[in-house]
């Protein structure tokens, strides 16, 4: 009777430990983590275009991990794009634009990688979302096509659990590529062509 | 007899898992650090090394430290927050002359203001294990089961603490910290661990240090 006690609590024990070391994640980043930025929008009117794969994307890194980053992403860039422009709409389709003389941006995913202490043999969990920009102006004349990674890594592994880990180097990641934004979107150089041509030519009429 | 002979082995034992820690100071002037009572400081964390970040239960430990002493602490996150995206690891500024440029714009400026903030203390360093050695096994069969052996590793702390007053975007003291000390597992059925306190050393040596930075007391 005592050894099947044993055998039983050790049964546990074993199912525990091989169920702690399970090597899949199913990460759900959650919304409600981005703080509104601090800058002061451009006067330039944009339509940004979140289609409802963007707002739905869940990135599958590796066949173990999938990560639910689609209302994180559009919160955090909606939030990012408010703080580059004066005049802003947000939309779920291009026929959908009202605004005249804007840009059109819609943003898409191109790749989600991540990795882990077991791959690098570094003591953190790191986490890339490589995004695209699509720029086009009110005519649909494509401006550029703007190539933005963000990158984000957990200060450290210990005791935290896989799915933990990828969601806080997640949320660190989106928040590049908010930071990106800001930083960079004026500095494209086609960005900067057409806002000069747009003030030319509203001098001109 | 016996009493004393393990008595004198335990603190043996228990002296050789102590942390060796020096610290290192360079200020301008001795004179203590102006800080009105609407202002803060807030220490924040250098997270733009590629294979380490500053931990953030390292600087809730300084700051810890830091509010013992009535010194009012603004939490690290909250700030970076606040002032988002301009203190995340990519915009961070690492020198003066960036962080003067930032406060250039206004709105970033009375932000900042607003926090009620007047000195950042940047925190930047790791805590690392050097060298393992010895091996211990642990088995588990019916009714018995113990770990045998005896494991060893190194750990060192290493942090620097950079004071910045936003008054004058100057550079007001910067600290060293070098904690070093080794521990030891003891598998006699049952494991003992015997864990240098490296990372609270270094914890408490620059708190305490970063402390006189600001009050008077000794």
Redesign the interface.
């Known amino acids: 009777m005592?050894?099947t006690k044993?055998?039983l609590i050790?049964s546990v024990f074993a199912l525990l430990a091989i169920t702690g070391c399970s090597s899949t994640a199913q990460v759900q980043v959650a919304e409600r983590q981005f703080?509104?930025?601090?800058?002061?929008p451009k006067a330039v009117s944009a339509a940004i275009i979140f289609d409802k794969q963007f707002r739905d994307y869940v990135a599958t890194p590796n066949k173990n991990t999938s990560i639910e980053i689609g209302a994180a992403q559009t919160t955090m860039l909606s939030n990012?794009f408010k703080g580059l422009f004066s005049d802003i709409e947000i939309l779920s389709s291009k026929d959908q634009v009202s605004l005249d003389n804007a840009l059109v941006i819609t943003p898409s995913v191109r790749e989600v990688q991540v990795s882990t202490p077991s791959d690098t043999y570094?003591?953190?969990y790191e986490v890339w979302i490589k995004y695209n920009l699509d720029i086009e102006n009110s005519q649909g004349d494509v401006i550029d096509s703007w190539f933005m990674p963000a990158y984000g890594?957990?200060?450290?592994s210990f005791m935290l659990s896989k799915t933990n880990a990828i969601e806080e180097a997640a949320v660190?990641a989106l928040?590049?590529a908010?930071?990106?934004l800001?930083?960079d979107f004026y500095r494209i150089p086609s960005i900067y062509n057409w806002m000069l041509r747009e003030r030319q030519l509203g001098a001109e009429q | 007899m016996n009493k004393t002979i393990f008595i004198f082995a335990a603190i043996t034992i228990l002296s050789g898992c102590g942390a060796t820690t020096s610290i290192d100071e360079y200020r301008p002037n001795t004179s203590v650090m102006e800080l009105n009572s609407n202002e803060s400081l807030v220490i924040l964390g250098r997270r733009d090394a590629g294979h380490y970040d500053t931990d953030r239960e390292f600087i809730r430990c300084v700051a810890n430290k830091m509010q013992g002493a009535n010194i009012p602490v603004m939490p690290e996150q909250q700030f970076i927050d606040a002032i988002y995206p301009w203190f995340e690891p990519r915009t961070a500024p690492k020198g003066l002359r960036r962080l003067t440029r930032l406060m250039q714009d206004p709105d970033i400026k009375s932000q900042v203001d607003r926090q009620g903030v007047r000195y950042l203390v940047w925190l930047d360093g790791s805590t690392q294990t050097l060298e393992q050695g010895g091996s211990i096994s642990c088995a588990v069969g019916p009714g018995v089961g113990g770990c045998f052996g005896y494991a060893q590793w190194e750990k060192s702390a290493v942090y620097e603490a950079i004071v910045w007053d936003l008054n004058d975007f100057s550079e007001k003291g910067r600290l060293r910290v070098d904690s070093a000390g080794t521990s030891y597992l003891i598998g006699a059925v049952a494991p003992i661990p015997l864990l240098s306190p490296v990372k609270k050393d270094a914890c408490n040596s620059l708190g305490k240090q970063l402390k006189k930075f600001f009050t008077s007391e000794e």
């Not at chain 1, 703080?35 to 002061?40: A, Q």
């Not at chain 1, 890594?153 to 450290?156: G, Q």
């Open positions: 005592q050894i044993i055998q050790a703080p509104t930025v601090v800058s002061k990012a570094l003591n953190v890594k957990t200060p450290d660190i928040r590049d908010g930071a990106k800001l930083l």
